[in-house]
């Protein structure tokens, strides 16, 4: 999996930031955001 986030260059900062957009732009909640951005780190 590690190999995996370092070649598609999927950070844990990336995932925060993209779900930072998003969360704006659909209006949803901080910790539902922050949620999701977990599981697509860990995922």
């Known amino acids: 999996m590690k190999?995996?986030?370092k070649q598609?260059?999927?950070t844990w900062d990336y995932?925060?930031?993209s779900?930072?957009?998003i969360k704006k732009k659909y209006g949803?909640?901080?910790v539902f955001a922050?949620?999701?951005a977990?599981?697509?780190f860990r995922g």
Do not use: F
């Open 3 to 5: 190999e995996m986030q």
């Open 8 to 10: 598609y260059d999927v």
């Open 15 to 17: 995932c925060r930031t």
């Open 19 to 21: 779900m930072i957009v």
């Open 28 to 30: 949803i909640d901080a």
């Open 34 to 36: 922050l949620t999701k």
């Open 38 to 40: 977990e599981d697509v």
